[in-house]
């Protein structure tokens, strides 16, 4: 018997809401052909110009790293989706010709509060990777956390930046090899060590996956062994890993970290400790009472955890958690000045960016690299001007109005 209508459409109606159905519906957006792409950096208009351009020439999979989070991709939607959740309020009749966008961390002062986020593996996006980033933010001033499993060595990377970059540690299993990250990022001059808590377990990158089933090109023929399921495989690759002892290395996020390892680094270095992955007020108290010197509220760009809840929403109480003792950095989903602001006035002392900048990179190289920091500081400068804000200091939670869950505006609290 042929399915009624009322049958069809809940058959319908089922697949469209299929998690399957979603993720490649996402896998086909993101890898489909583009018209109408910029062909030089000043050509474009935001920061989205960059990532059509980064699709076409990239491969496939290495694009797919790029643009993947988790499962169902819930909490990469949710990065971009929070920000709406924010209304800004601005004020009127201030003088604004004299915008200072600079701002203070960890004794350093710099020209805006973009920050580069750590991002891995930057050559496989072009062939200069991190040095090109490192060029682009001594060119532009900017703050620039090298990730743990880069593709280019951190003593190289501060020779291009010619200034000290922030080192993103990885801690493996073994506490043999993250002590000696530490000693060489301490040796080579990184004033600041951000420990990232928020893989621990790992993470199922499920569109990267479908990605790689789609790239013609045998991942054997860049990568060594089963890279993407092999920790030990996968760090050998990576110059800050080489020349350690990997041999008994199972896992990059180890699943028995706790907060007694934030004590072990607080005795193994003299750098600040900044932990990267924080999301909730109770764990911002308790990397006070650890010792931590600052925080970068993050869920890898949702690429960690599945929680479908956005940095922006959680910025609010690990602010509070951290009373002002200590500066919050955010990262995951910011594409706009005004998505900027809103973290600034919310009470983040810095925002990190990290897909556009790799956009920017895959479409350009250096070039791109400096559009995209342009970019944003230029959109940044403006909603300053347009909310009679002329310092960072200025910008607090009056700017800002939370409607909450159920669309009813209120004043932006902590919580």
């Known amino acids: 018997m042929p399915p009624t209508s009322d049958a069809r459409r809940r058959l319908l ?84 010709r004299r915008i200072d966008m600079s701002v203070e961390l960890f004794g350093a002062r710099w020209d805006s509060p973009i920050v580069l986020a750590p991002a891995g593996s930057q050559k496989a996006f072009h062939p200069d990777g991190e040095l090109a980033v490192a060029r682009a933010a001594q060119v532009k001033s900017q703050l620039q956390i090298l990730s743990g499993v880069s593709s280019t060595a951190v003593e190289e990377v501060i020779e291009a930046r010619q200034a000290p970059v922030w080192y993103q540690l990885y801690p493996t299993d073994q506490w043999s090899v993250a002590r000696a990250l530490v000693q060489r990022a301490q040796a080579a001059g990184c004033p600041v060590l951000v420990l990232t808590v928020d893989l621990q377990g790992g993470s199922n990158r499920e569109t990267l996956a479908r990605a790689m089933r789609r790239d013609p090109r045998p991942c054997g023929t860049c990568h060594a062994g089963e890279v993407f399921t092999q920790a030990r495989a996968y760090l050998e690759r990576k110059p800050m890993f080489r020349g350690l002892d ?45 010792g931590a010197d600052g925080l970068i509220v993050s869920n890898h760009g949702g690429r960690g955890e599945e929680s479908g809840r956005s940095t922006i929403e959680s910025l609010s109480e690990v602010v509070e958690g951290a009373a002002g003792r200590i500066p919050v950095l955010v990262d995951s989903g910011f594409r706009r000045g005004t998505d900027i602001f809103k973290a600034l006035a919310l009470g983040a002392t810095a925002v990190g960016i990290g897909r556009p900048y790799l956009w920017g990179l895959g479409a350009f190289g250096q070039p791109g690299v400096e559009a995209v920091l342009e970019i944003l500081r230029g959109e940044l400068r403006t909603v300053m001007r347009q909310a009679g804000t002329l310092s960072i200091s200025d910008i607090d939670r009056s700017y800002v109005v939370d409607r909450g869950c159920w669309g009813a505006p209120s004043p932006a609290s902590g919580g």
Do not use: C
């Not at 990532?51 to 990469?76: N, Q």
């Not at 041999?247 to 607080?266: C, E, N």
């Open 246 to 290: 990997l041999s008994a290395v199972t896992m990059i996020g180890p699943m028995d970290m706790t907060w007694d390892y934030v004590k072990r680094l607080r005795d193994t270095t003299s750098m600040p400790i900044v932990i990267k992955g924080i999301v909730t007020r109770e764990d911002a108290e308790l990397a006070l009472e650890h």
């Open 13 to 96: 109606q089922f697949l469209a809401a299929s998690p399957l159905i979603a993720s490649l519906d996402r896998l086909t957006a993101a890898l489909e052909p583009v018209e109408d792409l910029i062909a030089a950096p000043e050509q474009a208009l935001n920061v989205f110009d960059f990532e059509a351009v980064a699709r076409r020439e990239l491969a496939p999979a290495h694009f797919a790293y790029i643009a993947t989070g988790v499962d169902d991709d819930a909490t990469l939607r949710a990065n971009r989706e929070g920000f709406s959740r924010y209304q800004l309020r601005v004020r009127r009749l201030i003088d604004v």
